[in-house]
């Protein structure tokens, strides 16, 4: 069912800091950056290998990600894994008992599905499945 890592989330205070890091030290290649007005981030792709980095910057206070980052600081927010069909995906880990956060797909960065399993389910790690879209 899962592909690949799609990308790794990490959440930043400020998209403008952190890119030259990845792209300037660490070599990765800078795709751009999104506002994702549903989840009240700026996001900034980059790419490394086959997967990808994503910095989140909250662009609202009551953001979720403002909320990650007021509580446990920037870091690491979540693992990103590609599947063919989020919808097919979410109704399989819904039937072995997997805990959900989104009981249907919404919309993410790069006109793709996504949609999250609730880290008390999978070990302490927020995740992420994601059916890509176009870039």
Same mark, same amino acid.
């Given at each position: ?23 300037? +030290? &660490? ?11 549903? +989840? ?7 790419? *490394?290998?086959?997967? %990808? *980095?994503? &910095?989140? !910057?909250?662009? #609202?206070?009551? #953001? ?15 693992? =990103? ?7 097919? =995906?979410?109704?399989?880990?819904? !039937? ?9 797909? %919404? ?5 793709? &599905? *996504? =949609?999250?399993?609730?880290?008390? =389910? ?8 994601? +059916?890509?879209? !176009?870039?």
């Amino acid at each position: 069912m899962l592909k690949k890592i799609n990308h790794v989330g990490i959440v930043v205070k400020s998209l403008e800091d952190s890119i030259p890091f990845y792209r300037d +030290q &660490l070599g990765m290649t800078f795709e751009g950056t999104e506002e994702v007005a549903e +989840q009240k981030v700026r996001v900034a792709f980059l790419q *490394i290998g086959e997967s %990808r *980095i994503e &910095l989140l !910057e909250p662009t #609202s206070e009551d #953001s979720p990600v403002a909320k990650f980052l007021e509580k446990k600081g920037e870091g690491v927010h979540h693992m =990103a894994y590609e599947v063919d069909d989020v919808e097919v =995906a979410l109704t399989k880990m819904k !039937e072995k008992g997997v805990r959900l956060i989104d009981e249907t797909p %919404r919309r993410g960065a790069h006109n793709s &599905l *996504i =949609a999250f399993l609730h880290p008390k =389910a999978t070990g302490g790690v927020l995740t992420e499945i994601c +059916q890509a879209g !176009e870039h």
